[in-house]
């Protein structure tokens, strides 16, 4: 395990960007850590990744020094270690609702005494080989990350007590749920969606934790940081098919 500057970012007050990806496809993590993101979002939820594919994408985010992080696809303590003992940096917790659901994602991803991972002498651990074990799971608590995403009403309304959680490190607010908790399926740009965004930005802007929101079409990483966010993360399919669009149309004009 290595240090998480994504992490020591965020604690200094700075602006990061992630991009998502759904598929596997190393290089397409390594292109990332080269041009300059700072940390891949691996999407294991609503992508079809696998704990064997995800460790193959963690190895080019090492190779390329970007952090990498892993969407689950619940919150399950069993599902979460199997992706930390790869090598996931930080899990990216999917509908979490409460205070008391942050809390068991944070016990998943926490060794003792923090939490309850399982410990054993795993990918994340260089396999019992680097530093001792004892001195491994105080690193590792240091540098695990916890993400919550903020996708339906509960969360918005709970959002102080799910970030005011020990160990939670943030959250990135999933508006195409969001939207549909409120009744407004696709249409994130809804003023209702808009306002339940905004409320859980100020939220954890007062409990002092950084939140992400998703750039889609049209839109930049800087709208989201003169709000308030910390984070900004798109889609790499968003971004190819931005870019194909544009070079179709140059060569057709």
């Known amino acids: 395990m290595y240090k998480n500057t994504l992490k020591e970012k965020l604690q200094k007050g700075e602006n990061v960007v992630g991009c998502i990806i759904q598929g596997a496809i190393p290089p397409l993590v390594e292109i990332?850590?080269?041009?300059?993101?700072?940390?891949?979002?691996?999407?294991?939820?609503?992508?079809?990744?696998?704990v064997r594919e995800c460790e193959e994408l963690i190895r080019a985010a090492e190779a390329r020094n970007i952090i990498p992080l892993v969407r689950v696809r619940?919150?399950?303590?069993?599902?979460?270690?199997r992706y930390l003992d790869?090598?996931?940096?930080?899990?990216i917790i999917p509908g979490v609702r409460n205070k008391e659901e942050a809390e068991q994602a944070v016990q998943a991803v926490k060794y003792y005494p923090r939490g309850n991972r399982g410990l054993s002498a795993t990918r994340s651990s260089d396999y019992g080989l680097g530093m001792a074990m004892k001195d491994?799971?105080?690193?590792?608590?240091?540098?695990t990350m916890v993400l919550a995403v903020i996708e339906n009403v509960d969360a918005v309304n709970n959002i102080e007590e799910i970030l005011g959680v020990d160990g939670m490190d943030g959250a990135i607010i999933g508006t195409s749920?969001?939207?549909q908790s409120l009744g407004y399926p696709g249409q994130g740009k809804h003023p209702a969606v808009q306002e339940a965004f905004k409320k859980a930005l100020e939220g954890g802007i007062r409990v002092g934790k950084p939140i992400g929101g998703v750039v889609r079409a049209g839109e930049t990483a800087k709208t989201y940081f003169e709000q308030g966010c910390k984070m900004?993360?798109?889609?790499a399919y968003g971004i190819f098919a931005g870019a194909a669009?544009?070079?179709?149309?140059?060569?057709?004009?």
């Open 136 to 143: 491994y799971v105080e690193y590792a608590n240091q540098q």
């Open 232 to 235: 900004a993360v798109k889609s």
């Open 32 to 50: 990332c850590g080269l041009v300059g993101f700072d940390f891949v979002f691996l999407d294991a939820e609503h992508g079809p990744l696998s």
């Open 86 to 91: 790869v090598g996931a940096m930080g899990i």
């Open 177 to 179: 749920d969001l939207a």
């Open 245 to 253: 669009k544009e070079f179709v149309r140059s060569a057709k004009s």
């Open 74 to 81: 619940k919150n399950d303590p069993e599902l979460i270690l």
